[in-house]
Structures are given as C-alpha cells and as structure tokens.
C-alpha cells in the first residue's frame, strides 16, 4: 500500500517519537502516547498503521522495537540508500559533510559539478564532472538524487537524472521542477521557508508593540 505524503510525515513523526520513548527506557507505546507525540489523535494514528498493513493491540499496545522494524521496512531504512548531489556548492557541500546521514541508512555516495575547480575524485565523497553523471548513475544503480545548482540549469539537471534511472529527487534549486509521474520530486523552497518565519517574527513583534 502506497500512502501519500501526509501519511508518511506522519510516519516519520511516529519513528521519531519511537526512538524517543527507546531512548527513555520504554518498551511498548500506545496509540494514545504515539498521537501526543505527533500532534494527531489516537485514531489517526490507528489509521495510518491499518494503511500500511500494521496490526494494532488496544490492550497490549505496540512493541517498540518490532514497530521500528516495520517502520523502517516501510520507509526504504532497512537497507543503505544511496544517493548523488549535482551541484557541490555550499548547499551541496554541506550536504556532503553532514555526518548524520549514515545513521538513518543513508548513503550520498557521489557529487557532480560543471566547475573543474570543484571536482575532487580522490575526496571521501568524491565530486566528478556533471557530464559523467548519467554513467555513474547506470553503473551504480542510484535510484535517489538531489539537486542543489541554479535555477537555469536545474531542470536540465532533473532530465538527464530521469534518463539515467533516478525514481525520486530532492530538489534545493529556486524553481518547482516537473517530472514524470512515476519519479518523485520533492521541491524545497527554502527563501520562501526563510521568508514565512521573517514575516510571522515581524507580525508578532508589531503585536508586542501594539
């Protein structure tokens, strides 16, 4: 069963409170804790695991570690995911650094640059030049990528990564790219994210004031 994307936030709010009440020495969580910690009701939450083929016990609850287990089935965690980053800027650099990722399974394994200043084939995570991309992605069968370049050549970048085989992108660029359907595109704005808290910070400063 394939849920749609609020269903899924919601299931990475349930892994995070999860691993949570883990961390805190719990072994077993209600639908009733899981719905407290994800700010939704113990019945939306019931209804999200009935979605997803997971069986619930009103009386003994859910066992924390299998649910996990089941989560992370779900959610593509039970095996390294591997992913590229086309553009090694300072968004994509940063990406690249961030050591978080290898504790969720996830793997960015190559970047890809039209700079030649920024190609490093030798680096840790190493950044090669964007016209070898296609063949990187065939010969590595990478399935994930993300994008982090301009504006004017994001969507050429998209192109090039849905011919080679890429199924789901993340896209950082300043525009809203477009796909075909069966490749999945997340589009972060994060100017216009920035913008939004700017815009509530001022509304409630003029609120103070007043």
Same mark, same amino acid.
């Given at each position: 069963m394939v849920g749609n994307k609020h269903s899924i936030i919601r299931l990475l709010k349930y892994k995070s409170s999860l691993l949570r009440f883990r961390i805190l020495g719990f072994k077993r969580v209600f639908s009733d804790n899981l719905a407290d910690a994800a700010d939704v009701t113990a019945a939306q939450v019931r209804k999200d695991f009935s979605l997803f083929g997971i069986p619930g016990?009103?009386?003994?609850?859910?066992q924390i570690d299998e649910l996990l287990s089941r989560l992370n089935s779900l959610l593509g965690k039970d095996v390294v995911q591997k992913v590229i980053i086309v553009g090694a800027g300072h968004i994509g650099s940063a990406l690249m650094k961030y050591k978080g990722f290898d504790k969720e399974g996830i793997q960015i394994t190559a970047g890809f640059d039209i700079d030649p200043d920024k190609i490093q084939r030798e680096a840790e995570i190493p950044v090669y030049p964007f016209d070898e991309m296609k063949d990187y992605i065939k010969n590595n069968d990478i399935k994930i990528g993300i994008i982090s !370049?301009?504006?004017?050549?994001?969507?050429? !970048?998209?192109?090039?990564?849905v011919e080679a085989g890429i199924k789901g992108v993340l896209n950082f660029a300043p525009v809203k790219l477009k796909g075909p359907d069966e490749v999945f595109i997340s589009n972060v704005d994060l100017l216009g994210e920035l913008e939004k808290v700017i815009y509530f910070v001022k509304s409630a400063e003029s609120r103070m004031v007043s």
């Open positions: 016990n009103r009386r003994g609850g859910y !370049v301009t504006e004017m050549f994001a969507q050429h !970048v998209l192109d090039g990564m």
